[in-house]
């Protein structure tokens, strides 16, 4: 085993420098911008030092460099002093850190991607170490790479129950590959955080989850050098270097004091304070170089990854499409290496199964910790480095929101996939129904949203998701539904399909999953009445076939008629609205869930709810009626 | 220190009978409805047992009485041994157990309130407990009663980092009045659970979270009366029983085994079983019956809660919503003593702190936790005990969407109020901005949506919600805004206010909270070209007042202009858009923003996504222009 060789005197000055020289960086900046925490800037300030120019080997230049160490900084409000180091590496102007928070400055409030040493958006607190655990998997298994994952934690964000499902994760991984920091500075927003500096709870807390843990004195450069170093030699644990500082700390009559979050040094005191750390420099113009990585990870390969075969299905054979799914997956899987699968513990439920069963060692198993299933997508696919599909039951995404909301500012091509949607799931009650999923996703800016009606349009979406830039959610259904395309039929993002018309068609049917089912089934009813309908599968619910619904509408009178297994807000029917809201003359009626569900036969519920045929015929003729 | 009696032998004899007899009863439920999980009920059978017959001080025919102990079965997939349990108290009729998950049975496939047993619906994994935390808090806070309240988790939903947030929250406020009982039954749904029957490491994390812990053999009734009865004599501490048991326990060749989550006994295996199970039970007819509960809970107060005296606000005066709130809630404080506040460690910015420093005794503060801080308000509603408000940026609101949702299937009438929302919080950037809180809202079945614009509405939004059934929600903004009504101005659910109109209206514009301001900025721009605009606040969301929306379009051209601080999806366009969507001739057109937003000063952000005064004015120019 390699022995630890202390830094000589020289360097340790260095990192105790430059850790002045980044408060005296995140002061200016924050009172440049006259907003943003500088007192938890400081108390990370020897932390980020040592991470910067002892520990972490990267390419300064070159940030985002698939072989350097990833460094993830989940108390994002710090963003300042992580500005500042990277202004000491000399990849940010130094000149440049007095724009931060500045409407043109790439340099917000909290770091997103925009800026290339970022790979997630924090900000949200509590979620940094799960995107940590996605990489250092990543690293570990899929790169096979030495890349290490670094992640400085707050100690108030350590109250997030997040934290906890990723330390369990990394441990039951054994990601020794992994450092987290948790920066414990006492202090939180508005009081004290829970376990102030209770340092014993911590490490009790972190040994509990099986990690590897040091406590040290986080203001000490050569014990927090020796922790790191160490962190480095150890196998199969994740380390957590629980590091007792103080908020403020270098600053007179701030440090360890209430009230001091997320403020600016007044003016008047500022000069003092920065003369202060300034004196404390002891070699002002020193420039300190990160150890560079090994040259062992690949370049991302971005080439297209297509289905190796068409579908198989046949017209008019019954298949599940959360089943297809699955098969769907696999296949895509023999097509590339990089696809990857995660589920949290309803991989028999979802069928991503089918893929894990095909290609074990790419299969994740997150148990049942949806949070950090999405954070560990999202830390899989950064850089990259792996197209990863994440499923559970589309209701428990929920469970997920905020990592969601997040990715869509980390800029993450995550692939989510919810089963289970809505009452036609049956007797598991409602708590097991999406209802609210597609609200849920439309209002994710970069999310595009498939609702495939059937088993080829399901292989087709996976196809389409693995290929196409931000996040894609896919909704599959529980019953079994007839295959309603042929193999050849061709699939794109925003390009609905009339499944059924004629010349005399009176009104426009808009369903999707079974209650696209369960229109074609009014249709046949209606068809014997000699009221024929249009029937649109619009395959993306964002972004929305706007023209070919326009188009239908016209050609029936303007009389639309949404149907979905979903809650009236938010979901297909509004999606519809939007679409055709700014044309004069259209008429959308819409069939939806519209109050809390119960226990109950999937066609039971159907008819309950309203959303069966019979309320679509019963819909339809009612617009004869008037 | 009183002392432990065993229970004499026929006592556990019975206890034993009655786990048989639960065990039965659920098989035979679950074969009946052939569907659910008969192998999660067996796992249980002896903790329900003990707890219902030993442990609990209930009245069997009044399970909603106030005092009585509380039961929360977390893992709400083992419904069938509640029911069963509360059959054989004599509250549920056991030939009814066999409607089980039948449309017209309360008996559904996991537990809701329409079974007065039930205070909150389970079934989405790793709630209960946060619930329990809310209501432990105020029985011994709040109602200072002697009940106690009691959890039972699975193993697999301890994953789930919301465990671990109501475990830190339980034991920093010694809630010596709570217990949790995880039943390690070893396996989940697709695949052992992490720690599988590492029965230390489970003890490790519970006592690092600050939790009195026993590891027991869970099928051992005496080991389970011992120390559910140690568990009372306990200070200051919360108890923790880990429970060792075995799925399946009891049934022979399905015990302990893969593959048997949420299937029901087969056809041609369920007689043997039976007859086994059967076979154990040596006093079949014997009743046992629950210790009553002290009386010494008051009958929960419903009379109406008002505003003690009007607004206090001058027309024109500056004040944020968001500080509006904290004063508020402090003068209904003043007015009941049913009201509680509590933050996630952002109430010096929500301004819960008002309320917090004019009743610090009905404030819990949650720290950065908000999946436990929404449970323990939800928790702390049920039964009338109090109404609670809980409150935090709306962006960390999403963090908590899965227990949103599932407080709907609670019939919870918990409030959450939601800060900072839209761009117009400026530099802090993207990750701070709630932009799909509406979406998220609006979507859930039984929530009212307010959205304030001024200091005189927002108090009456606050005092309406402390008196409104289902969820309410109010989002409140940063910027300083104008006050528009004057203290008398009345406000009701689903009216909307018209702020400006006059004879020459010819658009209407909708805006509410910062934009309501920018659309009465652009009506006085407007004006000095002789152009006049109709301005309406919504005041409610949901519901939206469709009769004065239509109203108005009518007496605008059927024009429509939509404003607003969040995503184009789900939001106030769309609700307008579901209002007045079955109306032809009405055309909406819709100003939100498009794109994840930057960090910037708050109107430069208006600007640049398109929301701002100078964008309503070019929006109603393109009108009158076409």
């Not at 991470?51 to 989940?74: A, E, G, H, I, W």
Request: net charge neutral.
């Amino acid at each position: 085993m390699a022995s630890y060789h202390k830094p000589d005197e020289k360097t340790l000055q260095g990192l105790k420098d430059v850790a002045n020289k980044l408060r005296i960086n995140s002061i200016k900046a924050t009172c440049a911008s006259n907003s943003g925490h500088p007192t938890s800037c400081c108390s990370a300030a020897e932390l980020m030092s040592v991470l910067f120019f002892n520990t972490m080997r990267y390419k300064p230049s070159d940030p985002r460099n698939q072989c350097n160490d990833r460094f993830v900084l989940s108390k994002g409000h710090a963003a300042p002093v992580l500005y500042a180091a990277w202004a000491e590496a000399g990849y940010v102007k130094e000149a440049d850190l007095l724009n931060l928070r500045k409407i043109d400055s790439d340099l917000e409030g909290h770091p997103t991607p925009k800026l290339a040493f970022t790979d997630v958006a924090t900000g949200s607190l509590g979620q940094g170490l799960g995107a940590a655990c996605g990489m250092a998997y990543t690293g570990k298994h899929f790169d096979k790479s030495s890349y290490r994952v670094y992640c400085m934690m707050g100690d108030g964000e350590c109250s997030e129950g997040s934290v906890w499902e990723a330390m369990a994760f990394a441990s039951y991984y054994k990601l020794d590959n992994l450092v987290a920091i948790m920066d414990v500075n006492r202090l939180g927003q508005s009081e004290a955080a829970p376990l102030q500096h209770d340092m014993e709870t911590y490490r009790k807390r972190c040994e509990g989850f099986g990690w590897n843990t040091y406590v040290v004195d986080g203001h000490d450069v050569e014990e927090l050098c020796k922790a790191f170093w160490q962190a480095k030699q150890v196998k199969d644990k994740p380390t957590c270097i629980v590091a007792k500082t103080f908020k403020g700390k270098g600053l007179k009559n701030i440090e360890d004091l209430d009230n001091w979050h997320g403020k600016p040094i007044p003016k008047d005191r500022v000069d003092d304070l920065l003369n202060d750390l300034q004196s404390q420099i002891q070699v002002p113009n020193k420039k300190l170089t990160p150890e560079l990585p090994n040259e062992d990870t690949l370049a991302a390969d971005l080439s297209r990854i297509c289905l190796p075969e068409p579908p198989a299905y046949k017209l008019g054979e019954k298949m599940a499409t959360r089943k297809a799914y699955g098969i769907a997956l696999a296949k895509l899987g023999k097509a590339s290496k990089r696809v990857v699968a995660l589920d949290g513990d309803t991989k028999n439920s979802t069928f991503s199964d089918t893929f894990r069963k095909a290609f074990p060692e790419r299969y994740i198993e997150c148990f049942i910790a949806e949070q950090n299933m999405v954070s560990v997508a999202i830390g899989c696919a950064c850089r990259d480095r792996t197209v990863s599909f994440a499923s559970t039951f589309a209701a428990f995404f929920s469970r997920a929101y905020d990592q969601i909301r997040m990715a869509a500012i980390s800029q993450s091509n995550v692939n989510l996939v919810g089963s289970h949607c809505g009452v036609s799931i049956g007797e598991d009650g409602p708590s097991q129904m999406a209802l609210e999923d597609l609200a849920m996703f439309r209002a994710i800016p970069t999310c595009t949203v498939f609702y495939p009606s059937d088993a080829v349009s399901l292989e087709r979406a996976v196809e389409l998701a693995a290929n196409t830039k931000g996040i894609c959610f896919i909704r599959t259904s529980r019953p079994e539904t007839a295959v309603l395309y042929s193999p050849e039929e061709k699939f794109e993002l925003g390009l609905a399909k009339v499944v059924r018309q004629s010349d005399s068609d009176q009104v426009t049917v808009i369903g999707a999953g079974i209650t696209l089912h369960e229109a074609l089934a009014a249709a046949d009813i209606l068809a014997k009445e000699g009221k024929n309908i249009r029937v649109i599968d619009p395959f993306t619910i964002k972004p929305l076939d706007a023209a070919t619904i326009l188009t239908a509408a016209r050609a029936t009178r303007g009389k639309i008629i949404t149907v979905e297994d979903h809650y009236k807000e938010g979901g297909l029917g509004e999606a519809v609205l939007s679409a055709v809201g700014e044309e004069p003359g259209i008429v959308v009626t819409r069939l939806a869930v519209t109050e809390v569900p119960r226990s109950g036969k999937p066609q039971e519920l159907l008819d309950k709810y309203g959303i069966s045929a019979m309320h679509i015929v019963n819909a339809v003729r009612q617009t004869f009626a008037n």
